[in-house]
């Protein structure tokens, strides 16, 4: 590995322990005295406990305790929260109904947890979780958001009347409704967000070690961001005090939001290593848990409303939308229908009046937060859908249609909070109609016709908001936390790096990426660079990835820190070189006076730093150097996905015969990450579109709760994908990145529907695009 | 409980275990091999694919008893002499993982495609015979074009040795 900066397709210094099998993950880790936990689960949607008897499971062999959420919640262990406060349009705050690790009076979703079980060995564990009887008085349950809402619902918490947690706005509905009075056109849609499971691949787990010597305790966990973690099960689940709680995220296989929150079972395990008295205790999911408890994605109904003016403007876009929430609120779950999702409703689109309503409800279901893309999907699916469906209505072209309303000049300030710093939407649009050879498409639909087959194109023009995000504006908008950065530069006296992040890679290579800045900076080769992550004793503070942020964000802090190292190396170099600071130059590994053949190895600047034989007056031994990068706005990714399909009027299957990616993600640091991580997006994306769907029955049974019902894409379903960049920087941080770990989820949904409808010729087709729906629409025509 | 013997990754092991006992937690529990990953209970995902008597078999199908005399190769034992099996280098070359999850699998079904079906196995065919193995991240892209890769180089390593 040589010197590879900024730019290079660097291969993964990460990879050598995957593919050689010595990969760490949390279920890996074993320690001395380690138990197992095994958990009781609600076999019942909704049901009030009247006791729970466990003495058959206590005298089993192995059964060391047998824990309710009576105990827990006397112990002082606090409710799981959500960190987002939303205010209802009158004013009023969320009705957050309480979530206890354990369940005390009810259960509220299939899954739920009324007790845990800690034993020996994990098969004795799981045993005795079956053996402790659990009285249910089984209630009514409700499944589907709209119907929570009805009047004489299953009421799931005293604290949210109807089923309420808020109804929210955004926009000005006077000015919205005023546009639709004076249009044109208008055009009308029903849309409905499926419901998905993340699965990542490594199920959730968690290894909770107590040593009682210290009253010390330390968690490895899978986990997307283990410092919000540590804060949140310090601060609010009074688990331990922060110094006395480790949190350890070691390799995580993949998180796609599904691994960011906090869940029962991390604060369940670390609560009953001290109370059941043993050293450790390991809980992994199984699958079906996984399931069962990760915290599921989407699940929108919307009717929306857009005005035209007689030159095809976009003049008013009225949004109502409904979102099911599940049995309780989920860390981030409140700020996903609203902050992630109604500020991206102008799309790439000048529209002067936006107005959108969402209400959220309480299901008994598992818990609905974030998953990749987040409420940035609902948004393009909902308005790429619409600008098609608007296309077909005015009979013009889907692309001239999305040109017309094009943002053209930046910044661009929306109704909707959002001001886009950057973008070129034609240059990406243009791009992907050559690659798809647009023109081209009327002939190679009549040679499917003449095969029999049905053949549609579709395109999807999507922005999102990443970089998340400004900490006082999101502050200002309900958010617990903030959503900066940190980095340490450690130079070492010989010269190597050690980089500690507060970022987390659970499969996007940031010790390759994030090794290329500093290879870049200074002209090290990569290996002299270690990235160091995951680890609350290592790295002081960070908050994690998620949202695309660990470039526009994490990388942006490391830039940060290596300004100042790079300064202090300048100051040391140019006492020690007896030349002007503003001389010094650092490049291929050695620190130079520029015009003059004087110069120094970039490991003598380093030992120089550390010996303190001869430091300019006043300066402290040492190189090493700290910041917070906190951004000054959100980062706009953008681009044009266009996808083509061939429908088997017979059987209903849709076969892809080509997806097209052209995006703008600003800065890029290494092509080949990037173009990894738009293939892994759009299989979710197509995913969605296609196939997958997480199915409750009315009693709210999850009907697909394994790989042989849920169905996952595989290697036969999915095309090759022609993948294109196309720059503009974003000029809100030092390198002009603005993230690319969402966009194929967020931008690829309506492309397809786009294109099976465009081939079915009607737009009534709901996702997912199974062969049985479509074979349905087909003939509902 | 059953006494077993077998041979993984070139060495004699034995071991008493439940008759319950999989393979794949005999792996993972009780000689450590942890690369072999357990991502699903119904035997579709493929992350604790491995080697029985040379062929491909996911481990959370079979009992660690019924694996009792076999030679089990697991990715731990794929590299040899510190060299990395073609298959390995070219999921590196080709950026054929992500989070590393279900690699192992992944590589270990390759190697065996590779071994049935040729060194000039077509992308389709790479694409269909992936049925048993799921991955999350990656989109299936650089996996598919990863293997084309290995099996190229499996071939010419296969020729050389014939030659």
Known sequence: MGIEGIGARALRKEDKRFITGKGHYTDDHKVAGMHHAAFVRSPHAHAKINGIDKSAAEDMSGVVAVLDGKQLTGDGIGNIICGWMVHSKDGSPMNMGAWSAL??????????????????????????????????????????????????????????????????????????????????????????????????????????????????????????????????????????????????????????GAKIYIYPEEIVCLWAAKRAGVAAIKWTADRSEAFMTDAHGRDHVTK??????????????????????????????????????????????????????????????????????????????????????????????????????????????????????????????????????????????????????????????????????????????????????????????????????????????????????????????????????????????????????????????????????????????????????????IKDGEVLVKGTDKKLGWHEVCLGAYTAHNLPEGMEPGLKEGAFYDPTNFTFPAGCYICEVEVDPDTGVSTIQQFVAADDFGKIINPMIVEGQVHGGLAQGIGQALMEHAVYDDAGQLLSASYMDYQMPRADDLPDFVVSHHETLCPGNPLGIKGCGEAGAIGSPPAVINAITDAIGHNNLAMPASPHNVWKAIHSA | MAKVEMTINGRSVSGVVEDRMLLVDFLREERNLTGTHIGCDTSQCGSCVVHVDGKAVKSCTMLAAQAAGSEITTIEGLASDGELHPMQAAFRDNHGLQCGFCTPGMIMTAVDIVNREGADVDEQTIREQLEGNICRCTGYHNIVKSIAAGAKEMGSGMKEAAE
């Open chain 1, 103 to 256: 369940a005390t009076e009810y259960v509220r979703y299939v899954g739920d947890a009324a007790a845990v079980v800690i034993a020996e060995s994990y098969e004795e564990a799981k045993a005795a979780a079956e053996a402790v009887v659990v009285d249910y008085e089984v209630l009514d349950a409700v499944v589907d958001a709209v119907e929570a809402l009805k009047e004489g619902a299953p009421q799931l918490h005293p604290e949210a009347a109807g089923n309420l947690i808020y109804d929210w706005e955004i926009g000005d509905e006077a000015a919205t409704d005023a546009a639709f009075d004076g249009a044109a056109n208008v055009v009308e849609i029903d849309i409905t967000n499926n419901r998905l499971v993340p699965n990542p691949m490594e199920p959730r787990s968690a290894v909770a070690e107590y040593d009682d010597a210290e009253d010390h305790f330390t968690l490895h966990t899978t986990s997307q961001n283990p410092h919000v973690a540590r804060l949140v099960l310090s601060a609010f689940y009074q688990v331990a005090p922060e110094n006395k709680l480790r949190v350890i995220a070691p390799d995580v296989g993949g998180g796609f």
């Open chain 1, 304 to 585: 929306a409303k857009m005005a035209f003016d007689a030159d095809n403007k976009i003049t008013g876009f009225k949004v109502e939308t409904i979102a099911n929430l599940g049995a309780y609120m989920s860390l981030f779950s409140s700020s996903v229908p609203t902050y992630l999702y109604a500020t991206l409703l102008s799309g790439q689109y000048n529209i002067p009046n936006i107005h959108c309503n969402v209400k959220t409800v309480y299901t008994n279901t598992v818990p609905v937060d974030a998953y990749r893309g987040a409420g940035r999907p609902e948004a393009t699916y909902l308005v790429e859908r619409l600008m098609t469906t608007a296309a077909r209505q005015l009979d013009v072209d889907p692309a001239e249609l999305r040109r017309t309303n094009f943002v053209q000049e930046f910044p661009h300030q929306t109704p909707v909070i959002m001001a886009y710093d950057a973008g070129d939407f034609d240059a990406t649009l243009d791009a992907a109609m050559e690659a798809a050879d647009y023109k081209g498409f009327a002939a190679r639909k009549a040679e499917s016709e003449n095969n029999g087959k049905l053949r549609g194109i579709g395109m999807s023009c999507y922005i999102e908001a990443c970089g998340i995000a400004p900490s006082a504006a999101v502050g200002s908008l309900g958010a617990g936390v903030g959503l900066w950065e940190s980095a340490e530069v450690r130079v070492n006296p010989v010269g190597t790096i050690e980089i500690l992040t507060g970022s987390h890679s659970h499969g996007q290579g940031h010790e390759t990426t994030f090794a290329q800045v500093v290879s870049d900076r200074f002209g090290l080769p990569a290996e002299n660079v270690q990235i160091v992550h995951g680890d609350t004793d290592k790295v002081q503070f960070g908050m994690g990835t998620y949202g695309s942020r660990s470039g526009a964000v994490g990388i942006s802090a490391i830039v940060k820190a290596l300004d100042k190292v790079e300064a202090k190396a300048k100051k040391i170099a140019a006492h020690l070189l007896e030349a002007s600071e503003g001389d010094i130059e």
